[in-house]
């Protein structure tokens, strides 16, 4: 199984919107309403963002959303704030009880 | 709220075995419908699921890794463990234990542990 694709880096001024493509296949993205989302700052251990394609754990803000279509998740971040700068990475559900990660964006807040 | 905590040995020498630890706490490692997954990041790169096991100990493998990798469950301890056969230097990466849980999710992680695979 092949990693799901994500642009190496977006990038956004404080208060705008940015999104971040995460591309598979019908084994996976395409194929399960089970893609998730993580952030991690360095040095640090990843947080689920998102998860169920577009359900929110307790505690995220809800500028964070989720979406999918065909074979491709996306994460939108509305209203960038400082904080938000680190890396994002997307994970799907695949066949034969496997997961699959994506390659990771890094998020730079101007 | 629960906490996971990976431990083992911080360098291992190619050709041998890594064997790796996490002691869960704040939650049984019994609980029905959670899966204990380990995931790993390699410097500068992405994370790489490794595979899970059931408190029932089934137990399901990453197909690139599946050959080399066995995932065991103590519930008397709390405590689940990795081990990886012939490591190479591919291997080095940040090694971190998670849970999975219904509609599949990594909704807690351990800090994570380096393990750097050199002679």
């Known amino acids: 199984q092949s990693a799901l694709t994500q642009p190496r880096s977006v990038s956004g001024s404080p208060g705008q919107s940015v999104t971040i493509s995460c591309t598979g296949t019908s084994s996976d993205v395409g194929g399960y309403n089970y893609v998730s989302w993580y952030q991690q700052h360095p040095g640090k251990a990843p947080k689920l963002m998102i998860y169920?394609?577009?359900k929110r754990p307790s505690g995220v803000p809800d500028r964070f959303s989720g979406s999918k279509s065909g074979n491709t998740a996306s994460l939108t971040i509305s209203g960038l704030q400082a904080e938000d700068e680190a890396d994002y990475s997307c994970?799907?559900?695949?066949?034969?009880?496997?997961?699959?990660f994506g390659t990771g964006t890094k998020v730079t807040v101007l | 709220q629960v906490q996971l905590q990976e431990s083992g040995p911080g360098l291992v020498k190619p050709s041998q075995t890594l064997s790796l630890t996490c002691t869960v706490s704040g939650d049984s490692i019994n609980s029905a419908g959670y899966y204990w997954s380990w995931i790993r990041q390699p410097p500068g790169k992405g994370l790489e699921w490794i595979g899970y096991i059931y408190y029932s100990a089934s137990t399901y493998y990453n197909p690139s890794l599946k050959s080399r990798v066995s995932i065991s469950i103590d519930t008397s301890k709390n405590q689940f463990s990795l081990k990886l056969s012939s490591v190479t230097a591919a291997d080095t990466a940040v090694y971190y234990c998670a849970r999975d849980s219904p509609e599949r999710r990594f909704d807690s992680w351990g800090l994570g542990t380096l393990v750097t695979v050199s002679s």
């Open positions: 994970c799907s559900y695949a066949a034969s009880y496997n997961y699959v």
């Open positions: 169920g394609v577009n």
